[in-house]
């Protein structure tokens, strides 16, 4: 009995592990993925906001997104002049942990297959390497506590 409660707690707990965020609304500003909330510190340098509640409703520049729109998804327009945070790409993530540069990439639960893909390290509040179907895959949370 002991043995099945424990094959149960450990199942139960990689399970929610690797379940996407239900709260996180992703942002796109120059083909760069951020948070809603990482935004929101630019608040007077946004120019415009574009909000796409489903996924269906993505213009043809964001249907590659499509797979962060669970909770929507949110298109920036920066003033001009303005300033905006740095990207970098999930490839670099992954070579600075000297991991496969193609190696996908997990944030708040959704997996980024496409590694040329660019963040905002704004957005980042912790990186972990953590086991991915026998691999070492890079889990990025983005969610402050």
Same mark, same amino acid.
Request: proline fraction near 3%.
């Given at each position: 009995?002991?043995?099945?409660?424990?094959? &149960? /707690?450990?199942?139960?707990?990689?399970?929610?592990? =690797?379940?996407? %965020? $239900?709260?996180?609304?992703?942002?796109?500003?120059?083909?760069?993925?951020?948070?809603?909330?990482? /935004? $929101?510190? *630019?608040? +007077? +340098?946004i120019?415009?906001? $574009?909000? /796409?509640?489903?996924?269906? %409703?993505?213009? +043809? !520049?964001?249907?590659?997104?499509? *797979?962060?729109?669970d909770? =929507?998804l949110?298109?920036?327009t920066?003033?001009?002049?303005?300033?905006?945070?740095? %990207?970098?790409?999930?490839?670099?993530?992954?070579?600075?942990? @000297? &991991?496969?540069?193609?190696r996908p990439?997990?944030?708040? =639960? *959704?997996?980024? $297959?496409?590694?040329?893909? !660019?963040? *905002?390290?704004e957005?980042?509040? @912790?990186?972990?390497?953590?086991?991915? %179907?026998?691999?070492?895959?890079?889990?990025?949370?983005?969610?402050r506590?």
């Amino acid at each position: 009995m002991k043995k099945l409660l424990s094959l &149960l /707690f450990i199942t139960t707990s990689l399970l929610i592990w =690797g379940q996407k %965020s $239900n709260t996180i609304q992703f942002a796109v500003y120059n083909d760069a993925i951020g948070t809603a909330s990482m /935004f $929101n510190l *630019y608040k +007077s +340098s946004i120019e415009k906001l $574009n909000v /796409f509640k489903t996924k269906a %409703s993505l213009p +043809s !520049r964001l249907k590659k997104f499509d *797979y962060l729109a669970d909770n =929507g998804l949110i298109e920036i327009t920066f003033k001009k002049n303005e300033g905006y945070p740095d %990207s970098l790409s999930l490839e670099m993530i992954n070579e600075q942990s @000297n &991991l496969p540069k193609d190696r996908p990439v997990f944030i708040e =639960g *959704y997996q980024f $297959n496409d590694t040329t893909t !660019r963040i *905002y390290s704004e957005m980042i509040t @912790n990186i972990e390497l953590k086991d991915c %179907s026998g691999l070492q895959c890079i889990h990025i949370s983005t969610i402050r506590n």
